[in-house]
């Protein structure tokens, strides 16, 4: 297209000019090719789209920014919250019009592969941020890539878990956190006849409802085969469990509506005593005043089907607009690196619970001492990678349906699930096979 | 509007004057340039304002043109310096009727229920805002204490910023926590799970929407109803008027070129009221209150946009308020109402 020639040429001229002003430029003389200058000596303004929460994570964020900005005091990042919701569709506009995108996205797992497809971000291969790139969890890692080069470095992982009460648990004579489905249903027999409060809350929303599906062995669909699996015997199977476990009361009903903010605020009100959901509440559940604190916080493993037990590997990248001008990249690479490294991860592990996604914090003090993160371990060991695709933000929207029509209002699980496949097949992935 | 009818006048009277003298044109030019270059503004902003946008969101509605597909090339710049560039593989193209095919028999989204869900609404929504709207002008506009008070506060929801209205209200009726329940339980009746039920949660929506609607039906009315002579009133009471023969034979007649072209906006307004479907029931349960607006939002702008489907969607919606406002037309014109 025309407009993307121009933008070409732009981006060319940009570079070229950026290589002739760093030729002339001889403050320090050493040139360019060595990246770690002196940290004062970089100074660039960046531009930082923060999605986290801004109550319970942003602040933990903007003291990390007072620390990167004590060793590069010239680097001004300009730290602005921007709403989960609406962060990758304003993100979208502004990369298209080429300009008003932020330097530095925090970008969801699952919108790496899309935004790199649609060329808004830069390849970082081959730059400092890679170089040790095998410390990085592997599977958080994997959301970066697309078409065989990376586009992000992962800043936090997470998975589904098991959150649980641990007073409720006692007061119902439950020792260890069930396993399975089948034992969940046990626990809660015993949490609603010894406490008469709710036992399990399962939000009626897609994403929530993976774990039933990779419990029998099954998936969304299988992007090395292309092939549409939503329907497949396992997923039914999975879904049916979870539909079963509402209409036996093991789990409360969920409202078709803020199912998400009414199971929050029940199991903060202690009026739930098993909700699955990720870690990024746990600050949330630890500063709720009716909660008692992270002493009551039970995590464990989300309970398994007859085939395993695992959550789908969630978390945030740090990626980096492809429109931001050559001469930033510098600075840009330094503040990632700083905000990625070992050290800043077990920061915020400490501070937030944020889970980290590098080996090597693991093996830090703060981290290793810290309960909660310690206990999100074996979580993390079975999450499932999903699959990266381009394509892989659209399968939500009609799993948020079947979830409503199956757990709302009891409708077959099978037939919901073919409703599923076929959009999939006609919307989404049109090139796969049923 | 009365620029496009003369732009339009000049091709429809162009033949005609090919066999008039040579010289009349630029002598009508000579005579009236200045009524040209006082037309010319209106008629460039109004081109690049709505014309283009319009013809172009038609065009588009004949591509395949996605997110994905827009650029002939991909370019990924590396963090390295170089700029690497691949030919998008299939990039867009002209697709003629396949959208509107695939959109009308169901294939892609979900129009026909939604369309009917939006009919629904429409009716409901235009027909309660509109009979609240006019009792409450009514009432207002006799003498009573603290008038003044009454209408500033009745206006009041207009000042609310409408997703701050949209969200109290989602919140007044929440299954577990909203008020709404909580009345109900308070007075002994069993709590509704409002957003389960496809008419119940388009009822909390339609709530919202007449909310937020009343007031400019009052102020509309009221202003209609000033308008009409009190002579009228005082000759109908002389002839022994009930008040309701009164309200039905001099009310609703003065009223009536007010009505009628707030009737007609109030419905446009609602049929394409997005905010409120959009922040209040969110489609729910399971997309089953999504109106058509909202069914296109998501169906075109959930993942990698869609930009053909979104025209496709825009310009059916159009189509069927261009006929409804035809016939509207059509029927305020054999009752003899200039309009």
Same mark, same amino acid.
């Given at each position: 297209?025309?407009?993307?020639?121009?933008?070409?040429?732009?981006?060319?001229?940009?570079?070229?000019?950026?290589?002739?002003?760093?030729?002339?430029?001889?403050?320090?003389?050493?040139?360019?090719?060595?990246?770690?200058?002196?940290?004062?000596?970089?100074?660039?303004?960046?531009?930082?789209?923060?999605?986290s929460d801004p109550k319970n994570e942003g602040p933990a964020f903007q003291e990390l920014i007072k620390k990167f900005n004590a060793s590069y005091p010239n680097v001004k990042v300009d730290y602005q919250s921007v709403p989960f919701a609406d962060a990758q569709n304003k993100f979208k506009t502004a990369a298209a019009a080429k300009s008003g995108a932020p330097d530095i996205l925090r970008a969801e797992v699952a919108w790496v592969p899309e935004l790199a497809s649609l060329g808004y971000l830069y390849n970082l291969d081959g730059s400092e941020l890679l170089k040790d790139e095998s410390d990085f969890l592997a599977t958080p890692m994997s959301s970066n890539k697309y078409a065989g080069k990376t586009y992000g470095v992962p800043q936090v992982t997470d998975s589904l878990a098991l959150l649980y009460n641990k007073k409720m648990f006692e007061a119902a004579g439950i020792t260890a956190a069930p396993k399975t489905w089948a034992e969940v249903k046990t626990a809660a027999a015993a949490i609603k006849s010894k406490t008469g409060k709710q036992a399990l809350f399962v939000n009626s929303g897609g994403y929530f409802l993976l774990p039933f599906i990779y419990g029998e062995g099954g998936d969304v669909v299988d992007a090395a085969a292309k092939k549409i699996t939503v329907n497949g015997p396992q997923a039914v199977a999975g879904i049916k469990i979870a539909q079963d476990l509402v209409k036996d009361g093991t789990a409360v009903k969920p409202p078709a509506n803020d199912a998400y903010g009414n199971m929050m605020t029940l199991f903060k009100e202690q009026k739930v005593a098993m909700i699955i959901n990720g870690p990024w509440e746990v600050n949330n559940i630890k500063s709720a005043p009716t909660f008692g604190g992270l002493e009551n916080l039970g995590v464990a493993p989300v309970p398994g089907g007859s085939v =395993?037990?695992?959550?789908?590997?969630?978390?945030?990248?740090?990626?980096?607009?492809?429109?931001?001008?050559?001469? =930033?990249?510098?600075?840009?690479?330094?503040?990632?690196?700083?905000?990625?490294?070992?050290?800043?991860?077990?920061?915020?592990?400490?501070?937030?619970?944020?889970?980290?996604?590098?080996?090597?914090?693991?093996?830090?003090?703060?981290?290793?001492?810290?309960?909660?993160?310690?206990?999100?371990?074996?979580?993390?060991?079975?999450?499932?990678?999903?699959?990266?695709?381009?394509?892989?933000?659209?399968?939500?929207?009609?799993?948020?349906?079947?979830?409503?029509?199956?757990?709302?209002?009891?409708?077959?699980?099978?037939?919901?699930?073919?409703?599923?496949?076929?959009?999939?097949?006609?919307?989404?992935?049109?090139?796969?096979?049923? | 509007m009365s620029t496009a009818t003369v732009e339009r006048r000049t091709p429809d009277t162009a033949p005609g004057r090919e066999q008039a003298p040579p010289g009349r044109l630029r002598r009508s030019w000579d005579k009236y340039w200045y009524a040209w270059a006082m037309v010319t503004p209106v008629v460039i902003v109004l081109g690049v304002l709505v014309f283009y946008p319009l013809a172009r969101g038609i065009y588009l509605s004949f591509t395949d043109l996605t997110e994905a597909n827009q650029q002939r090339e991909v370019c990924t710049p590396s963090i390295t310096g170089e700029l690497t560039c691949q030919a998008n593989p299939n990039g867009w193209k002209f697709v003629g009727l396949d959208n509107y095919i695939q959109v009308l028999s169901g294939q892609i989204g979900q129009f026909w229920p939604?369309?009917?869900?939006?009919?629904?609404?429409?009716?409901?929504?235009?027909?309660?805002?509109?009979?609240?709207?006019?009792?409450?002008?009514?009432?207002?506009?006799?003498?009573?204490? $603290?008038?003044?008070?009454?209408?500033?506060?009745?206006?009041?929801?207009?000042?609310?910023?409408?997703?701050?209205?949209?969200?109290?209200?989602?919140?007044?009726?929440?299954?577990?926590?909203?008020?709404?329940? $909580?009345?109900?339980?308070?007075?002994?009746?069993?709590?509704?799970?409002?957003?389960?039920?496809?008419?119940?949660?388009?009822?909390?929506?339609?709530?919202?929407?007449?909310?937020?609607?009343?007031?400019?039906?009052?102020?509309?009315?009221?202003?209609?109803?000033?308008?009409?002579?009190?002579?009228?009133?005082?000759?109908?009471?002389?002839?022994?008027?009930?008040?309701?023969?009164?309200?039905?034979?001099?009310?609703?007649?003065?009223?009536?070129?007010v009505s009628m072209t707030v009737l007609l906006l109030s419905t446009i307004w609602t049929f394409n009221m997005f905010p409120v479907i959009f922040l209040v029931t969110r489609g729910q349960p399971a997309g089953q209150t999504e109106i058509l607006v909202t069914g296109a939002y998501r169906a075109a702008f959930e993942g990698i946009r869609n930009y053909s489907l979104a025209s496709t969607y825009g310009v059916l919606i159009l189509s069927i308020l261009l006929v409804f406002s035809v016939f509207y037309r059509r029927a305020l014109r054999k009752q003899g109402e200039v309009w």
């Amino acid at each position: 297209m025309r407009t993307r020639s121009v933008g070409m040429i732009a981006t060319a001229l940009a570079v070229v000019l950026t290589a002739a002003a760093c030729g002339g430029n001889d403050n320090s003389g050493s040139g360019d090719t060595k990246p770690a200058t002196d940290p004062k000596s970089l100074s660039a303004q960046l531009t930082w789209w923060d999605t986290s929460d801004p109550k319970n994570e942003g602040p933990a964020f903007q003291e990390l920014i007072k620390k990167f900005n004590a060793s590069y005091p010239n680097v001004k990042v300009d730290y602005q919250s921007v709403p989960f919701a609406d962060a990758q569709n304003k993100f979208k506009t502004a990369a298209a019009a080429k300009s008003g995108a932020p330097d530095i996205l925090r970008a969801e797992v699952a919108w790496v592969p899309e935004l790199a497809s649609l060329g808004y971000l830069y390849n970082l291969d081959g730059s400092e941020l890679l170089k040790d790139e095998s410390d990085f969890l592997a599977t958080p890692m994997s959301s970066n890539k697309y078409a065989g080069k990376t586009y992000g470095v992962p800043q936090v992982t997470d998975s589904l878990a098991l959150l649980y009460n641990k007073k409720m648990f006692e007061a119902a004579g439950i020792t260890a956190a069930p396993k399975t489905w089948a034992e969940v249903k046990t626990a809660a027999a015993a949490i609603k006849s010894k406490t008469g409060k709710q036992a399990l809350f399962v939000n009626s929303g897609g994403y929530f409802l993976l774990p039933f599906i990779y419990g029998e062995g099954g998936d969304v669909v299988d992007a090395a085969a292309k092939k549409i699996t939503v329907n497949g015997p396992q997923a039914v199977a999975g879904i049916k469990i979870a539909q079963d476990l509402v209409k036996d009361g093991t789990a409360v009903k969920p409202p078709a509506n803020d199912a998400y903010g009414n199971m929050m605020t029940l199991f903060k009100e202690q009026k739930v005593a098993m909700i699955i959901n990720g870690p990024w509440e746990v600050n949330n559940i630890k500063s709720a005043p009716t909660f008692g604190g992270l002493e009551n916080l039970g995590v464990a493993p989300v309970p398994g089907g007859s085939v =395993k037990a695992g959550g789908p590997v969630g978390g945030h990248n740090y990626t980096i607009w492809s429109g931001m001008p050559q001469e =930033k990249v510098q600075a840009a690479v330094a503040f990632v690196k700083f905000m990625a490294s070992a050290e800043s991860q077990a920061f915020l592990a400490e501070k937030v619970g944020l889970l980290p996604t590098r080996t090597s914090a693991y093996d830090l003090p703060g981290v290793k001492s810290n309960a909660t993160v310690a206990s999100f371990k074996p979580v993390l060991e079975a999450a499932v990678a999903r699959p990266w695709i381009p394509e892989g933000g659209q399968f939500f929207g009609p799993m948020d349906k079947m979830a409503v029509e199956v757990l709302v209002q009891n409708k077959d699980a099978k037939a919901s699930l073919d409703t599923v496949a076929k959009t999939y097949k006609s919307e989404v992935v049109k090139d796969y096979s049923n | 509007m009365s620029t496009a009818t003369v732009e339009r006048r000049t091709p429809d009277t162009a033949p005609g004057r090919e066999q008039a003298p040579p010289g009349r044109l630029r002598r009508s030019w000579d005579k009236y340039w200045y009524a040209w270059a006082m037309v010319t503004p209106v008629v460039i902003v109004l081109g690049v304002l709505v014309f283009y946008p319009l013809a172009r969101g038609i065009y588009l509605s004949f591509t395949d043109l996605t997110e994905a597909n827009q650029q002939r090339e991909v370019c990924t710049p590396s963090i390295t310096g170089e700029l690497t560039c691949q030919a998008n593989p299939n990039g867009w193209k002209f697709v003629g009727l396949d959208n509107y095919i695939q959109v009308l028999s169901g294939q892609i989204g979900q129009f026909w229920p939604q369309f009917w869900t939006t009919l629904i609404w429409t009716v409901a929504c235009v027909v309660v805002t509109y009979s609240i709207g006019m009792g409450l002008a009514v009432l207002l506009n006799r003498p009573i204490r $603290g008038r003044g008070i009454y209408r500033v506060l009745l206006i009041l929801p207009w000042a609310v910023p409408g997703f701050v209205s949209a969200f109290s209200w989602r919140f007044m009726f929440n299954q577990e926590f909203g008020v709404v329940n $909580g009345l109900l339980k308070a007075i002994g009746m069993q709590p509704v799970a409002w957003f389960d039920n496809q008419w119940t949660a388009l009822t909390t929506a339609i709530i919202t929407n007449v909310w937020l609607g009343v007031p400019f039906m009052i102020v509309t009315l009221l202003g209609g109803l000033t308008a009409i002579p009190a002579e009228l009133y005082e000759a109908a009471t002389i002839d022994g008027a009930t008040p309701w023969q009164r309200f039905k034979n001099v009310t609703l007649p003065g009223l009536r070129p007010v009505s009628m072209t707030v009737l007609l906006l109030s419905t446009i307004w609602t049929f394409n009221m997005f905010p409120v479907i959009f922040l209040v029931t969110r489609g729910q349960p399971a997309g089953q209150t999504e109106i058509l607006v909202t069914g296109a939002y998501r169906a075109a702008f959930e993942g990698i946009r869609n930009y053909s489907l979104a025209s496709t969607y825009g310009v059916l919606i159009l189509s069927i308020l261009l006929v409804f406002s035809v016939f509207y037309r059509r029927a305020l014109r054999k009752q003899g109402e200039v309009w």
